[in-house]
């Protein structure tokens, strides 16, 4: 009987402390794990902390459809070194050619990664050095076509060095619906992996990473005419705290350590093409923030990101999601 109870005791003891290391795990996790951070936007990029460079990143689900509104989506400033453009389900045209039609006195392609409907472009500028280095594509795909032939879902990214910064730039899109939640955090692992994979060993890591693209996260907990409501009387922080990304970066599935501005524009999706008006067909979907623009800066680098700007493009009605602008500067930390 002694011999039955110490064996008990023993087995009692090693659970006792299986449940311990677990516990010092789950907690090291949650420690460790940050989420989104909210940056918030500096209105004015002219300072005395003269910026290395400055970028406008776009992105924008086409929904097939040819567009007219290429001046629109780039803007009339300029000024930007880098344009990079990520779009999703682009209808059959050169969209490289195109782009560089509006963007001909300035800038000039310097990066493409094209995997069907899902496209990237990287503009540099046009008179001046340096010009961008050690450029590398990289195509994954996930899933099947997005339910029409042609639409691809998965993810492109373009690498490089540009004034001895290296930058990464990855343009996805995920599988569609609110409920497809956990496929949508798979996707963004396996994407993640991917790229990372294919590096050499001894690469460098980058020193910024931007996600863009139609990430098809959704707001969850509300129905549609509530949500809308709260849209249209411009309540939209009772709307966060519902979006999917954010709660799913909260539980550390995706996106730890990435930082995004302030969602004070309307969700993008879904909208009546031709209007602003959203969806009025038969499902009348809730609307969401699909579409977005997401930025890790490597925490050992001596390098800082300060955004100016994080908007949709309202005035654009060709698609069913609106474009979504950012206007992000890079500069050196000050020290101390």
Request: charged residues 25%; proline residues 3%; glycine residues 6%.
């Amino acid at each position: 009987m002694g011999n039955c109870f110490s064996l008990h005791g023993r087995r009692r003891r090693r659970y006792i402390k299986s449940r311990h290391r677990k516990l010092e795990a789950t907690n090291t996790h949650y420690m460790m794990h940050e989420g989104i951070k909210t940056v918030e936007v500096e209105k004015l990029c002219e300072s005395t902390d003269k910026p290395i460079l400055c970028m406008c990143i776009l992105t924008w689900n086409m929904n097939g459809k040819a567009s007219s509104d290429l001046e629109v989506l780039i803007g009339g400033n300029r000024k930007f070194d880098l344009f990079v453009v990520g779009l999703q389900e682009v209808p059959r045209r050169n969209m490289a050619r195109l782009l560089q039609k509006v963007l001909v006195d300035t800038h000039r392609l310097v990066g493409a990664a094209i995997m069907q409907s899902l496209q990237l472009f990287v503009f540099g500028p046009k008179n001046s050095e340096p010009s961008a280095k050690d450029i590398m594509v990289e195509k994954h795909a996930v899933g099947g076509l997005g339910g029409l032939i042609g639409r691809k879902k998965g993810a492109v990214a373009i690498s490089f060095s540009f004034k001895g910064i290296r930058m990464e730039f990855i343009n996805c899109h995920l599988s569609a619906h609110a409920s497809n939640v956990e496929e949508r955090n798979a996707q963004c692992r396996h994407i993640s992996h991917s790229f990372m994979s294919k590096k050499s060993p001894y690469a460098r890591p980058s020193h910024i990473t931007v996600w863009l693209g139609d990430l098809n996260y959704r707001i969850q907990g509300i129905d549609t005419l509530p949500a809308r409501s709260l849209i249209q009387r411009n309540l939209l922080k009772m709307l966060k705290s519902k979006d999917q990304l954010r709660q799913e970066a909260e539980r550390g599935q995706v996106f730890n350590g990435y930082c995004e501005g302030d969602l004070e524009f309307k969700p993008t999706y879904k909208y009546n093409i031709g209007s602003s008006n959203y969806d009025t067909s038969y499902k009348v979907r809730v609307p969401s923030w699909t579409d977005r623009i997401l930025f890790k800066i490597e925490k050992s680098d001596n390098i800082d990101a300060a955004l100016h700007s994080y908007e949709s493009i309202d005035h654009i009605n060709t698609s069913d999601h609106k474009p979504v602008r950012a206007h992000l500067c890079l500069k050196l930390k000050k020290p101390g």
